[in-house]
């Protein structure tokens, strides 16, 4: 069935291929624990009854979810140095370069999705527990931080990874901006071996197996959790 | 020593809280009972500043409790409050729950925090307890350990809401045997319930609500020997003789 295919393309390629693993790994992590960051700080906005925190909050995440991935990622990588140029009045400042501008673009579309998730999270947190650290005296901050958060992420680890599953699939849109992370290499063997078959089947393989694989953990998570408490 | 002045409260439309007014004294046990809904957890709630009320004023130790200026996380960290639901935090130790705010909010160290905490768990009945999860106890246990971990703040009063209500009956006594203790050593307290038995033995005064209004505010021989409202002998009769 395969004969006139060349599975040697990616053995070949491995040492190239590996080092797109490493980076879309390293994006994926890194816009991870920056969404994750930014995500639980809007959620403490939107559930905030202050309307000068909450709105903002709210406008944001519904911004957002409302944009497609690969715009956010154009405004930062075309609009962002475009903006440090009039603001820096300097014609010839120099953007943030594509990988900053894919990481922080992951890591703001991520946080709108993190926000949802987390205030989730926060309110699935019975009320009582906010009640019992207030009576113990602790303010709102050590409140959350020693009494609300931890519970509320103990609750929220699986769909926070599973959400992280999807980002490192969304992470193979960066070859919009011309950066090469797993997908990309394989893409570019592909098309300089004209080995599109073997090195897409290849591509494919990989994500399934790591999502398939990270999925499987995650279930298994998910039944530990909740029977923990 | 906690002093309430024509207190009201509304959930938009509808008043929780009619026009309350009352004091509990220094060394004072005051047993707050009536019909569920009646607006006991509401008032005792608003004493440490949990629930926000609209009119009226309270005052703890002279402190104005609705006061915009008043530090409450101090205010409370003075006031000892044991739910209905225990509420121990499930993420943390037995010990781990008494030693939080010791050394959040008092500054102890962790050892100095330790220390007290086991001495009270040991008071409790409860020293085996304390390196488990709040998950591994019964009802009983768990209302002890946050009686404790109340105390751990060496409050000058101590709040109780329906401290019995989710517990089986065989665990009642445990925790109500803690509080009785607590009393007797001259523990301000207020406490929301329904266990006449309770307020007999230790009471000083009984305040009786319903609807939102304090019905009846009188000593404990008075009140067990002749309530004044009929709501309240109505009230009596119901869960005196069952």
């Known amino acids: 069935m395969f004969t006139g295919f060349d599975f040697d393309v990616i053995q070949r390629s491995l040492p190239y291929l590996w080092q797109g693993m490493v980076f879309t790994l390293g994006l994926t992590m890194l816009s991870m624990a920056g969404g994750i960051f930014l995500g639980t700080l809007l959620a403490l906005m939107r559930l905030s009854s202050s309307r000068i925190l909450n709105l903002p909050a709210g406008g944001y995440v519904n911004l957002l979810r409302s944009t497609p991935l690969i715009l956010v990622i154009f405004w930062f990588y075309f609009l962002v140095p475009i903006a440090i140029k009039k603001i820096s009045g300097d014609a010839y400042a120099q953007g943030i370069g594509p990988f900053y501008s894919a990481l922080i673009a992951f890591t703001m579309f991520e946080a709108a999705y993190y926000c949802e998730i987390i205030r989730a999270g926060i309110q699935s947190v019975p009320r009582g527990q906010v009640q019992a650290a207030y009576a113990l005296g602790l303010n709102y901050r050590l409140a959350m931080m020693k009494v609300v958060l931890p519970q509320a992420f103990r609750n929220m680890i699986p769909i926070l990874l599973t959400q992280g599953i999807i980002l490192f699939q969304d992470t193979s849109l960066v070859y919009v901006v011309g950066l090469t992370d797993f997908m990309g290499a394989a893409g570019k063997v592909a098309q300089r071996d004209g080995r599109l078959v073997e090195m897409y089947l290849f591509a494919a393989l990989v994500y399934f197996l790591l999502c398939f694989t990270a999925s499987h953990i995650v279930k298994r998570l998910q039944v530990r959790y909740s029977v923990g408490r | ?242």
Not at chain 2, 10 to 27: A, H, I, M, P
Not at chain 2, 49 to 77: C, M
Not at chain 2, 152 to 159: E, G, H, R, T
């Open chain 2, 1 to 242: 020593m906690i002093e309430m002045k024509n207190i009201s409260k509304w959930y938009g439309s509808f008043q929780v809280l009619n026009d309350c007014t009352t004091k509990v004294e220094k060394g004072e046990v005051v047993v707050v009972c009536g019909p569920s809904g009646s607006g006991k957890s509401t008032l005792i709630k608003c004493v440490n500043g949990l629930e926000p009320f609209q009119k009226g004023e309270i005052t703890v130790n002279g402190v104005s409790v609705g006061d915009p200026a008043t530090d409450l996380p101090k205010l409370r960290s003075h006031i000892g409050m044991v739910f209905q639901n225990f509420e121990l935090f499930p993420h943390m130790t037995v010990t781990e729950n008494i030693n939080l705010a010791q050394i959040k909010v008092l500054g102890r160290s962790p050892a100095e925090a330790t220390e007290r905490s086991l001495a009270l768990l040991n008071r409790v009945g409860l020293s085996e307890q304390a390196p488990k999860h709040p998950g591994q106890l019964s009802g009983g246990q768990q209302q002890r350990v946050a009686i404790a971990r109340a105390l751990a703040m060496d409050p000058i009063a101590m709040l109780f809401d329906e401290p019995t209500s989710a517990l089986d009956p065989e665990m009642i006594n445990e925790v109500l045997d803690v509080m009785v203790e607590l009393a007797t050593e001259g523990m301000t307290m207020m406490v929301v319930t329904h266990e006449m038995g309770f307020a007999r033995k230790v009471a000083h005064r009984v305040i009786f609500m319903d609807e939102g209004r304090i019905e009846e505010d009188a000593a404990k021989e008075e009140f067990f020997g002749s309530p004044r409202s009929e709501r309240s002998q109505l009230f009596l009769s119901k869960i005196l003789h069952h």
